[in-house]
């Protein structure tokens, strides 16, 4: 299976930074990347695919980028809705696995 | 717009059986791949299951041979009949609509697994 492994843990940044939150795979997953956004109480939501793609919907402040092993997920000018629970997810090969997350709070 | 609305969960004994629902509206169910992800409390995502358009399966190794997963278009539900519960099957089970990624996800169900 491929591992995700999703850094930091958690995160405490101020309104109107710019964050970022990376996530690397045990193998080349060619950019079959997704981001998900999970606020507190609520289910998980979709940011980013294909590893830079922006879902229908989501503010342009957010942003994925990355290749190969090595990508991340960047928030540009943080409002206080976006805290929450982030999660990286690979789909290039089965079985689908997820990071474990990253919990980002206001400062 | 797409509503995806899971029921059934509950407390049950380990070793016991339950099966979960997720009614879909707003989209061709038919058309669609379709997915049930799990989450214990205080931790990750933990995908469980895959159903394709067409009802090919995928499980995860930890639950393969004790949940089914299954699809009933004419009715625009999804289910995933959990049986030999364990302890660590006690999480909020989601459906979750999509093949590559899950671009739309139920309220999820509680499924606690305690004698």
């Known amino acids: 299976d491929i591992q995700m492994t999703q850094s930091p843990a958690s995160l405490s940044a101020s309104l109107g930074e710019t964050v970022t939150i990376e996530c690397r795979a045990s193998?080349?997953?060619?950019?079959?990347l997704a981001w998900y956004q999970q606020k507190p109480g609520k289910s998980p939501q979709l940011l980013i695919y294909?590893?830079?793609s922006l879902h229908t919907g989501v503010p342009s402040r957010f942003s994925g980028s990355g290749s190969g092993t090595q990508y991340s997920l960047k928030i540009n000018s943080l409002q206080s809705e976006d805290v929450a629970s982030y999660f990286c997810?690979?789909?290039?090969?089965?079985?689908?696995?997820f990071g474990g997350g990253t919990k980002l709070e206001l400062k | 717009a797409v509503q995806l609305v899971e029921s059934g969960g509950g407390l049950v004994q380990p070793g016991k059986s339950l099966k979960l629902s997720c009614s879909a509206s707003?989209?061709?169910?038919?058309?669609?791949?379709m997915h049930w992800i799990r989450q214990a409390p205080g931790k990750g995502l933990d995908w469980v299951a895959y159903?394709?358009?067409?009802?090919?399966?995928v499980y995860a190794d930890a639950v393969k041979e004790r949940f089914t997963i299954s699809r009933d278009n004419a009715k625009n539900t999804l289910y995933l009949q959990l049986n030999s519960l364990k302890s660590e099957d006690t999480a909020i089970y989601y459906c979750?609509?999509?093949?590559?990624?899950?671009?739309?996800w139920g309220q999820g169900a509680s499924v606690t697994v305690s004698s």
């Open positions: 979750a609509k999509g093949y590559y990624v899950m671009d739309a």
């Open positions: 707003g989209f061709t169910f038919s058309s669609y791949g």
């Open positions: 159903i394709s358009s067409s009802s090919g399966t």
């Open positions: 193998e080349d997953i060619y950019n079959g």
């Open positions: 294909n590893a830079n």
């Open positions: 997810q690979q789909y290039y090969d089965y079985p689908w696995t």
